[in-house]
């Protein structure tokens, strides 16, 4: 069993940035993923990265934006949210595969879940 947990969500400025983490309880060799979920709406693909960091997606409206990383060796993923912006005001999930090491940008695809994290941006 996986268990994630993200953290590093908060208030800020339309512009700034924050960064994300997902802590991992044990070693993860599958791909991961954030999604967000904003009020009113279905939960959203936001990114996803192979297991060893090799290949990324993004959705597109984060593009250029965003970047997804790891660090396996800390079991650790991150989030870098550079240029913010009112619409990605949501909460942010992590989520793992259970083994598969590509990357999917669907929700179906992955098994393990945090809690998730709100990021509120104002104009």
């Known amino acids: 069993q996986v268990q994630l947990d993200e953290s590093g969500g908060g208030l800020v400025q339309a512009g700034g940035s924050l960064r994300l983490s997902c802590a991992a309880s044990?070693?993860?060799?599958?791909?991961m993923a954030w999604f967000r979920r904003a009020p009113g709406k279905e939960r959203q693909f936001v990114a996803t990265?192979?297991?060893?960091?090799?290949?990324?997606r993004y959705q597109d409206s984060v593009t250029g934006r965003f970047t997804i990383s790891r660090d396996n060796a800390k079991n650790t993923m991150y989030l870098q949210m550079n240029n913010l912006k009112p619409e990605d005001t949501a909460v942010y999930y992590c989520?793992?595969?259970?083994?598969?090491?590509?990357?999917?940008?669907?929700?179906?695809?992955?098994?393990?879940w945090g809690q998730g994290t709100q990021v509120t941006v104002t104009s």
């Open positions: 044990g070693r993860t060799f599958s791909a």
């Open positions: 990265i192979a297991w060893d960091g090799s290949a990324t």
């Open positions: 989520a793992a595969r259970s083994a598969n090491t590509r990357t999917s940008v669907s929700e179906y695809d992955y098994r393990y």
